[in-house]
């Protein structure tokens, strides 16, 4: 049964549903841990809640990005770490965990990618950036993580309407409702093996 790991930075309703899928079975594996790099972040509490390991990691522990770097790939070995799951995680996932957990790192981002993604697209700011291009349609995607910034290849994507008069809230909500039906369905599919990266050039 393949160990996840699933990274947050805040509220951690993604990571809510995940643990859901994994309690009922849906998803057949397990959570080693749950990390944050905001030590009062509400997904800390609820892994605890859950009885998981809730780890705050954050480089403020560490003297650099090379220890930072390592102490990462450390914990995901002590782990057994099969699977790293990044949900509404906003820092940058260091490259060289990255190549390790090649193809097997998987983000969730609130907007059809490749529109809306990239340096300062996160949270709030990617809904305000989709009403303000007079979009008609939003989404979010489920895709594997490369080295390059939310451009790895997609997993699970599905639409929501942009409503008229829609505040970046209204449509972060609509969106957060598809997030927690695709994230655990892309999972699914990755542990299941019907889902994999393909070879990239
Ligand atoms: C989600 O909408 C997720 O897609 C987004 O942050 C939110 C976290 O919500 N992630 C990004 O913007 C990453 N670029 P949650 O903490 O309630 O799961």
């Known amino acids: 049964m393949a160990t996840l790991a699933v990274f947050c930075s805040g509220g951690g309703s993604n990571l809510q549903s995940i643990i859901d899928n994994v309690s009922s079975g849906r998803i057949p594996a397990r959570i080693g841990f749950v990390l944050s790099n905001n030590s009062v972040s509400r997904a800390l509490e609820r892994a605890r809640k859950h009885a998981i390991p809730a780890i705050h990691f954050s480089g403020i522990h560490y003297p650099g990005p090379a220890a930072y770097e390592q102490a990462m790939l450390k914990l995901l070995e002590e782990h057994a770490i099969d699977i790293i799951c990044l949900a509404g995680y906003m820092k940058l996932v260091p490259a060289q965990v990255i190549r390790r957990y090649q193809g097997k790192i998987l983000n969730i981002h609130p907007a059809l990618l490749p529109k809306f993604g990239g340096k300062g697209m996160y949270g709030i700011h990617v ?65 299941s093996g019907k889902a994999s990266m393909p070879k990239l050039n």
Not at 158 to 185: M, S
């Open 127 to 191: 809904h305000a950036a989709v009403i303000a291009a007079k979009e008609k349609e939003s989404g979010a995607t489920v895709h594997f993580v490369t080295e390059q910034y939310d451009d790895g290849p997609v997993i699970v994507q599905q639409c929501v309407p942009v409503l008229p008069g829609d505040t970046a809230e209204q449509l972060a909500e609509r969106v957060l409702a598809v997030e927690h039906a695709i994230y655990p369905e892309a999972i699914l599919r990755v542990v």
